[in-house]
Each structure stands twice: as structure tokens, then as C-alpha cells.
């Protein structure tokens, strides 16, 4: 190209810009006109309409916090409840000094150190435009002696509110979870679903628990007062309402006298049990030891107190039931039993001779069964009541990695059960599949063996084998578990129940069945591992014991030798339903460095059972019949 | 050295109209949040600090001479895309929207980054590849304009998504994309306004929707747009006065000192005001098309023009908004809204004009 061209091309290249410029000026003057003309068709032609809405506009829309709806058990005892009281708040906007306002008040209301940190906190995470909690539950006196000297106070007012309270406190938090006040994350995440405006005025919003997972149900719907102000800003009167309307009342499947007695009966021990109805999927007691008491967190619970919680080696805060995954132990052997049946790796009569050790062909390697010695010939159904290892580590080769993996997880293990709390667990049910992703290896039949007697890799939570248990007790139909029943709302008078359907029939043979369960009621009788689980009982209870070896401890090195030793023993396992012939409850409780099942677990199931099925617990077994039972894995 | 004379290097490269115009306009930002903050100081004094590093930015950019600018663009563009990508994977799901970046010092949101990156590259590329424009380039730099708009609209953050679409397509247009090209797109747009309404979120459709009829939603967004007209209409010609609005000092007015601060300029001041408000925004986006104009290069003129036209979008999107005919979507009001990152870019984007402006003369000698 010659310079000639060149230059000519730019010239023209300038031209063509200037053009677009002048495009450019045309669209933001379009722009311009635009905003000019809607301005005055605002503020000169519609300025008297406006003007009289301004007037009128003495009239604020007063947002009316709906009642959160209550929480009962199936008997309707109130788990969760309203009360009314007043609050002392801060408007940090309209105080200048908040520190010294917070000092002057102490002089005339008692201000702890708690309420001063929890304050604090507040503030860090406070909304625009929020008004602040110094004080909740002000006594009648107190909130008098504040209305009097609170023209000293700008920005500092009283205000009446709905408390809620969880009465049966720690005993039932895991379940319940607690409300909390909307901090920043919460009002974001009510604004990305577009529910900011149900919630103007609300304070509070389900943090954990059922309290979160049942919200929408819960908050109910803000109402709306149309109340003339003065120039002041000062209430005149109300000119129309829309009255909120309450949340909707959670009926909960949980019987909470059983919940009480379940809790009681833990004792001093760490654990969880899963109480489930298996005609139905009702969860009737939902226990995780220890608990811990929900009321502080709901107006912000203060730090020391959290840290408390937080760094406290019985890890109160965790739910057990739901979130804690322990290896199952020989609580699986009732279902690698069906299993066996089911593929036609055993018939019910076939006898092993035990030895008291197991090898795998062409290997030396010993894998030892529980009771030294062996327990002689061992058909299917003594391997069930004496808990015989040797039997499973056979019967799991002949089936193979595969088929227990196709059939365990029929029962749910290593999925979720999809019960209505947030943040459950799958646990785990190992494959080959997912021992190549997860440590790029091959499956050995040593693996095998260990997965036969519940060991090696497999996980699961409490609630994951309650729900099995239940779905054996009732022949194969599952239901999913499910914590609330019934959704009463106040206003159409209409009760919602939560689906009753199965949700799947395992078409188990009947045969297979009878087996299972029989040597199952075989374990709670003479001769059985948990023998003295139904000493005196007027029913037959089908029950497994387990034991779940601790392997490794994450916080061990925190603590002193003694306490390392407790924290290293076996977790106990017990899981059972009853009446054995028409199962009408199934559990499955876990005891912390509880020893053998038989010993800890199985005394706790039998008093859930007996309150549940005769309406009281059992009496103290004397130390004779103790000694009489025996104790075993 | 005199004093005087380091006051003159001092303001050397400020481009004094812009200045009068941007100045004028951040004063009347603090009278207006002294009045929506209820005579309270301590919004407008958080106010001065974001402007003052704000100028102290622009002051820097504008002393940067045109090279160095054009330098930046390439390091700016890639960072800000790899936040960009660094956010999609890891980036702090803050409920729903993944928008921050945890970079261990601190959070940063690279969709701001973005608004000056993608200009600024797009001008870059066409300065490069001017000798030899043909339709492909332009393709390339949508296409550069593209990247970063789909990672920030997946985020989902639609409403800078938008804008940064804007200010994208400006360059485009600046740079000579044909009327052809132009006029298909518009076709092809509203051809596919019905599959994209299939595609929003069903809050984003209530968005629009309910610009139609603000009552439907009058606790939120709704209550939002109205209380808004009212307070612009009962202004008037002359205004409720200062401190005097209604609307304002019993707060119905939400968001007074941010997105709806239009508002409350326009109860007080009124009509009068407002046609003081526009006058000085037409100046400042004028000066905007004069530095524009005598720009002497493809990258400048590009930058400098893509700078005020997005100035001057964001400026009606903003009012549009607070007086009903656009959407409520967060956009503040440029140079007057209260807050700091906005502020920022904002007089980033001005630094550059000023450096447009200041430094043309040493090139072309």
C-alpha cells in the first residue's frame, strides 16, 4: 500500500468514526429526551397525583410479623412454643454513642457481660436499618422503668415480641435444631428466592433441624397495616389491614415421652438411637447423646458459651443419628444372611464346621472369629444367634463383592434415607467401583471377608440402619422415614399429612423371611448374644447385636491416658423390633465406646421398647441374672 | 522548584472541564446523603474517604502516558478472566451467586475488575489489527466480550452481565462494525426474546413483570419502584426544599443513600433540580464525546468513547429505574450513589479519559 493510500485510508477510517460519534450524541441525547420527558410527566403533569400520595403517604405499610407456627409431638405436647415479652433495642443509627448508651442503661437495667458480648456480635453481622437486641425477657418492671426515662435514650425503644422456647431443652435439640435471627448470609439467600418481602419485620428464621427444614411451613405469611403518621412520624391511626396469618402447626410423628425415656436410658454414654413405626416410617424417638440446650442460640448465643459447645470432646453439637457413620459390625450379618438366601450361595440347613478361624484359599492370613475355639457346626440360623464370624466370612466370598453390594444397598446402606432433616449422611457401602476411585486399587478378597462381618469399609449412620431394621421387620416394604406427620394450618383448617405410601416392596421369599427373623428372635433367647435383652419380657423382641472397633481417634493426643483408653473402646450396636410377630417399632441404637452390643445397647432398646409397647420401662435386672446371661459380642 | 510550579505538575494531566464537571456533581453526591442518611454524618464522611482515593486513582491514571495504558490492557483482561474462571471453580458461594473470590488477603469480585477489562481489551485488539479489519476481527472481539459476560451471567449476576455487554458493544460500534451486522443482531434479538424469557429465573420474570404493575409486590420490589415515583412526583417544579422530603425523612423511600438516591435529589429539588442534575451529566458526557473526538488513535478513540457512552447508560438506567420505566436491577447512580468500589471504577474510567486527553499532544509529535 503507498503512503498515498494510506493516508487516504485513514482519513476515511477518521471519517467513518466522526459518523458513529455523531450516532453516539444522537442515542444519549435520545437517552436524554427521554428521561427529560418522563421527568416532567412526573413532576409537572402527574405532580398533583403524586403530591396526594405523598400526603397520603402519611401512610406507612407496616409490615405484621406472622406467628411461627408451633411444634407438637404426636400426642400434641408442645415442643416448640410462643410466648410473648418484651425486648430492649438500639437503633445504632439513630445513637451516637452506642457504647456509652449501653453504660447509661446498665445503670437503670441490668446489662450482663453475656448480653454486652452477644451485642457485639450482633452488631458485626447486623442488616441495614436493623434495631438491635441489648436485653430480651425484660421483666414488667423493668420495661416500666425503661418507658419512663427513655426520652434520655434516642434511639433505644422497647419493643413486645414472640419468644420462642424449646421446653424439652436438650433432649430433643437434634431433632428440633433452633431459630436464630436473620443475619446478612440468611437475608441474602431470602432475597436470590425472592422471599425478602414475607420476611420485612421478621427477625428470626429456622437455622438447623426440623425448625430449618420446615421454614416455609413454619414462618407463615406477613401481613400488612396501613397506619397515618403524623408529619412526626408518629402512628394517628390504622386506615386498613391485612392480617397476617400464622405459620402452619408441625405434628411430629416423635412420641416425646418416648424420646425421654430413650434419652434417660443412655445414661452417662455418648450414642444415638432411631426409633421408626415400620408399618408407616413414623420415627418415633430421634435421640443423638449428648444434646445440648437450643434456647441461647436463638437470640445469639454468646462466645464463650459456643466455644464451650464447640471444643467440648463429647462433640455435642454433632447429631449422631443423622451425621455420625460407624462401621455396623455384626448388624449386618441379618441381611448378608437374606443375601445369602437370595443368590443361592446357602441353604438354611448347610453347617459349617467352625474352627474359630477362617482362611482364604492358597493364604496363610487368619482371620479369627470372635469366640476363640470356634462354635462347632453352624447352620444359617445359629450363625445369626451366636453371631458366628467364621459362617459370614465364607458365605461373603461365595457371594462376591458385587452381589453384597446389589444387596445391601437394596436396604438403603450407603445412600440417604431422605428423612426431612437437612444435612444427612450417606454412609458407605463399598464396591469395587468405589475402591478404585477412591484409593485407585483393586479389590481383594480380603476385603470381602471384612465387609461379610460388617467391618473393613462399610459405614453406616443410626438412622440409615433403624430404617433397614424396619424395612426387615416389615417383610420387605419400606417407608421412608420421616420425622413429621401431619402440617395443621390454622387458616383453612386443613391438615396435610406426609405421604404413607411404601416407598419400594423388596419381594423378599416369605421363607427366607421366617428364617432370618426366627434366628433373630433366637438372639434375645437362652443361648443368644443379647440373651437378657428380654428376660421377663411379655413379647418377643428380634434383635442383633454388633460391635463397631474404633480404629483411630482424631483428637486423641488432647487427652489423658484413662480417657484415651474409654474413647479407644469397641461402639456398641443393638438393633431390634418387636412384638417379633407383628413389628409395630424397629430400632437401632448406637452406644459409644459401649463394649459389646449385648452389654450397653441392648438394655437401652429394651426399655424404648417395653415404654412404647406396654407403656412402662422394665425393672433393673438383678446382678444374678446378669451373670446368668452372659455377655457377648 | 516553585510552589507553583509543582502545583502545575501537580494537575498537568487533570483535564480541567471533566474535573468541574465530576467535582460539581461529587458535591451535590454529599449535600444529597447528608439529607437521605437523616442529617446524619457519618455516611457522607465515609463518602468523602471513597472519593478521595477515588481521585487519588484517577489522578494516577490519568499521569500515565498512552502506552503504558495500552499496556495494561492485556494483563488486566487475562487477570480478571482468570478471577473470573478462579470464581466459577472456587469461588465462595455466597447463597446462590458465586461472585467472590477468596484470594486468602482478601474477597474480590472480578465482574468490577471486568467492567474497565473488557474495554479496554477489546480496544486493544482492534488498535493491534487495525491495518487489516475485516469481519472476523470483530467476531474475535465479541467473541473476547463474550468470555467474561458468560462467566459473570452464569454467576448469576445479569445485571452486570448487561452492562458490561454494553459497554462491550460500544466498542464494537465505535470501531466500524457494519449497519448490516448491526441491524441482524437487533432481528435476531428479538427472535429470541421468547426462548430467553424461558431462560430466566422465575424472580428475574417477576422482575420484569412487575414493572408493569408495581402493586402486585407492594412489600417488595414493587413497594420499591412506587415509593420511588411517588417521591419524584411530589417534588414538583421547585422541590419539597432541602432536608424537607417527605419521602426521605419518613423513610419510605428504601435504599435512599444507594440505588434510590435519585430519588430523593428529585423530592427535594424538583423539576429545577433536575434540570440542573441532567445539564451536568450532559457536560460531563459531552466533554466525554469532545475528548472522544479529538482522540488520535484507533485504541484511544475507542476507550474514550466506549468510557462515556457507558457513563451515560448507566446514568439513565439508574434514573430509568427510580422513576419506573426501567427494571429495578442494582445499578447506583454514577458519581452520586454512596459506596466505594463503584466509585472506583468509575473515576478510573475518567482517569483514562483524562489521560486521552492530556496525552495526545506528545504523541503526535
New interface residues.
Given amino acids: 500500500m503507498s503512503k498515498q493510500a494510506e493516508f487516504k485510508n485513514h482519513q476515511r ?1 477518521i471519517f ?3 459518523l ?2 455523531v ?3 444522537g ?2 441525547t435520545v ?2 429526551a ?3 420527558v ?3 410527566y ?3 403533569v ?2 398533583g ?3 396526594t ?3 397520603s ?2 401512610i ?2 407496616v ?1 405484621v410479623v406472622p406467628n411461627r407456627g408451633l411444634i407438637l409431638d404426636r400426642n400434641g405436647v408442645e415442643l416448640a412454643r410462643n410466648f410473648s415479652g418484651y425486648t430492649l433495642e438500639i437503633n445504632p ?1 439513630k445513637t451516637d454513642n452506642v457504647e456509652a448508651t449501653i453504660n447509661e442503661l446498665s445503670t437503670l437495667i441490668e446489662v450482663t457481660q453475656k448480653d454486652r458480648k452477644r451485642f457485639k456480635k450482633l452488631l458485626a453481622e447486623r442488616r441495614d ?1 436493623e434495631t438491635l437486641m441489648i436485653r430480651s425477657r425484660l421483666s414488667d418492671e423493668e420495661a416500666a422503668r425503661f418507658a419512663a426515662q427513655q426520652y434520655r435514650f434516642p434511639g433505644v425503644e422497647i419493643k413486645a415480641r414472640l419468644f420462642r422456647d424449646y421446653p424439652f431443652g436438650e433432649k430433643i435439640a437434634h431433632l428440633l435444631g433452633y431459630i436464630g435471627r436473620i443475619n446478612q ?1 440468611d437475608m ?2 431470602l432475597e ?3 422471599l ?3 420476611y ?1 419485620g421478621s427477625d428470626y428464621i429456622g437455622k438447623t433441624g426440623l425448625e430449618q427444614s420446615y421454614e416455609t411451613e413454619l414462618h407463615g405469611t ?1 401481613g ?1 397495616e396501613q397506619v397515618e ?1 403524623d ?1 412526626g ?1 408518629r402512628a394517628v391511626r390504622m386506615l386498613s389491614s391485612t392480617a397476617p396469618v400464622s405459620g402452619n402447626t408441625l405434628v411430629l410423628s416423635i412420641d416425646v415421652k418416648l424420646q425421654e425415656v430413650a434419652d434417660k436410658a443412655f445414661g452417662s454414654y455418648r450414642g444415638a438411637l432411631v426409633a421408626i413405626d415400620p408399618r408407616n416410617g413414623d420415627v418415633l424417638a430421634f435421640v443423638s447423646k449428648p444434646g445440648y440446650d437450643p434456647n441461647p442460640f436463638i437470640d445469639g448465643i454468646d462466645t464463650q458459651s459456643w466455644d464451650e459447645l464447640n471444643n467440648s470432646p463429647d462433640v455435642p453439637l454433632n447429631n449422631r443419628a443423622l451425621r455420625g457413620q460407624y462401621p455396623p459390625g455384626s448388624t449386618v450379618k441379618p441381611f448378608m444372611a437374606l443375601a445369602g438366601l437370595h443368590f443361592n450361595a446357602r441353604t438354611p440347613e448347610y453347617a459349617i464346621s467352625d474352627p474359630g478361624v477362617f482362611y482364604l484359599p492358597g493364604s496363610s492370613r487368619q482371620y479369627r472369629d470372635w469366640q476363640k475355639g470356634g462354635h462347632g457346626s453352624v447352620n444359617m440360623f445359629k450363625s445369626i444367634v451366636v453371631s458366628c464370624d467364621t459362617y459370614f466370612y465364607g458365605l461373603a466370598i461365595e457371594l462376591g463383592i458385587d452381589n453384597i453390594f446389589d444387596y445391601m444397598s437394596r436396604f438403603g446402606f450407603g445412600k440417604k434415607t431422605g428423612i426431612d432433616l437437612e444435612g444427612e449422611t450417606s454412609g458407605l457401602l463399598p464396591s469395587q467401583e468405589w475402591k478404585m476411585k477412591r484409593y485407585r486399587q483393586i479389590w481383594y478378597p480380603g476385603d470381602t471377608v471384612a465387609v461379610g462381618i460388617g467391618q473393613g469399609y462399610n459405614l453406616v449412620t443410626p438412622l440409615q440402619l433403624a430404617f433397614a431394621t424396619a424395612t426387615l421387620a416389615n417383610d420387605g416394604v419400606a417407608y421412608k422415614p420421616h420425622l413429621v406427620r401431619e402440617v395443621r394450618s390454622l387458616r383453612s383448617s386443613e391438615n396435610r399429612f406426609i405421604a404413607k405410601d411404601p416407598i419400594y416392596d423388596l419381594n423378599i421369599d416369605p421363607a427366607h423371611l421366617d428364617l432370618v427373623k426366627r434366628a433373630m428372635v433366637g438372639v434375645t433367647q437362652p443361648g443368644g448374644t443379647a440373651v437378657y435383652a428380654s428376660l421377663g419380657a411379655p413379647y418377643r423382641i428380634a434383635g442383633k447385636t454388633g460391635t463397631a472397633q474404633v480404629i483411630a481417634m482424631k483428637q486423641g493426643e488432647k487427652y489423658d491416658a484413662e480417657k484415651i483408653a474409654e474413647r479407644h473402646r469397641d461402639h456398641a450396636w443393638f438393633i431390634a423390633f418387636a412384638p417379633a410377630e407383628k413389628p409395630k417399632i424397629a430400632l437401632a441404637v448406637l452406644v459409644e465406646n459401649g463394649g459389646h452390643g449385648g452389654g450397653s445397647a441392648a438394655p437401652i432398646a429394651r426399655k424404648v421398647l417395653d415404654y412404647y409397647l406396654l407403656g412402662k420401662v422394665p425393672r433393673p435386672l438383678t446382678e444374678a441374672e446378669v451373670k446368668e446371661a452372659g455377655e457377648h459380642d | 522548584m516553585t510552589r507553583r510550579q509543582l502545583w502545575q505538575r501537580l494537575i498537568a494531566h487533570l483535564d480541567k472541564p471533566l474535573l468541574l464537571g465530576i467535582c460539581s456533581l461529587l458535591l451535590i453526591s454529599l449535600l444529597v446523603l447528608y439529607s437521605a ?2 442529617a ?1 454524618w ?1 455516611q457522607p464522611i465515609n463518602q468523602m474517604r471513597n472519593i478521595a482515593v477515588a481521585l487519588a486513582g484517577m489522578w494516577l491514571v490519568a499521569k500515565l502516558p498512552l502506552h503504558y495504558l495500552m499496556r495494561t490492557a492485556v494483563p488486566v483482561y487475562v487477570l480478571g478472566l482468570a478471577l473470573l474462571i478462579g470464581v466459577a471453580l472456587f469461588g465462595e458461594i ?4 458465586r461472585r467472590w473470590l477468596n484470594l486468602g488477603v482478601a474477597t474480590v469480585q472480578p465482574s468490577e475488575l471486568m467492567k474497565i477489562g473488557v474495554p479496554l481489551m477489546m480496544a486493544w485488539y482492534f488498535e493491534k489489527n487495525e491495518a487489516t479489519l475485516t469481519l472476523k476481527n470483530y467476531f474475535f472481539a465479541a467473541l473476547l466480550m463474550l468470555l467474561p459476560v458468560a462467566l459473570i451471567a452464569r454467576q448469576p449476576d445479569l445485571g452486570t452481565a448487561l452492562l458490561i455487554s454494553a459497554s462491550g458493544f ?1 466498542v464494537l ?2 470501531a ?1 462494525l457494519s449497519w448490516r451486522v448491526i441491524g441482524g443482531m437487533c432481528v435476531a434479538g428479538l427472535a429470541s426474546a421468547p426462548v430467553l424469557w424461558s431462560l430466566l429465573h ?2 428475574q420474570r ?1 422482575r420484569i413483570l412487575m414493572l408493569f404493575d408495581p402493586s402486585q ?5 414493587g ?1 420499591h419502584t412506587i ?1 420511588g ?9 421547585l422541590g419539597k426544599g432541602y432536608l424537607n422530603g ?2 426521605t425523612h ?3 423511600l428504601p435504599e435512599r443513600t444507594t440505588d434510590f438516591i435519585f430519588a430523593v435529589y ?1 423530592e427535594e429539588f ?2 429545577l433540580g ?1 434540570l440542573i442534575l ?1 445539564s451536568l451529566y ?1 457536560f460531563v ?1 459531552m466533554r466525554g ?1 469532545i475528548i ?2 479529538n482522540a488520535s488513535t ?1 485504541f484511544t ?1 475507542l476507550m474514550a ?1 466506549s468510557i ?2 457507558t457513563f ?2 448507566y446514568t ?1 438506567v439508574n ?2 429505574m427510580v ?1 419506573g ?1 426501567l427494571p429495578v436491577v442494582g445499578v447506583p447512580l454514577p458519581l452520586i450513589s454512596y459506596g466505594g468500589t463503584s466509585m472506583l471504577t468509575l473515576l478510573l474510567g475518567f482517569g483514562m479519559l483524562m489521560s486521552i486527553e492530556t496525552h495526545k499532544k506528545l504523541v503526535k509529535s
Avoid: W
Fill in positions: 477510517e467513518h468514526f466522526r458513529r460519534l450516532v453516539s450524541i442515542f444519549v437517552l436524554l427521554v428521561m427529560l418522563r421527568l416532567v412526573l413532576q409537572a402527574r405532580h397525583y403524586y403530591q400520595l405523598a400526603e403517604n402519611r406507612f405499610i409490615p443509627n436499618f448470609a441474602k439467600l436470590d428466592n425472592d425478602e418481602a414475607n420485612r406477613t400488612l403518621v408529619a412520624g | 442518611s437523616n446524619s457519618v455466597s447463597h446462590g451467586a460500544y460500534f465505535l466500524g422465575d424472580y417477576h409486590d407492594a412489600l417488595g420490589k413497594y415509593q415515583m411517588i417521591a419524584v412526583g411530589s417534588g414538583g417544579i417527605t419521602q419518613l423513610e419510605f428529585s424538583g423539576l433536575n441532567l450532559a458526557v464525546f472522544t473526538g484507533y478513540r468513547g462515556t457512552l451515560a447508560t439513565f434514573m430509568g422513576c420505566i
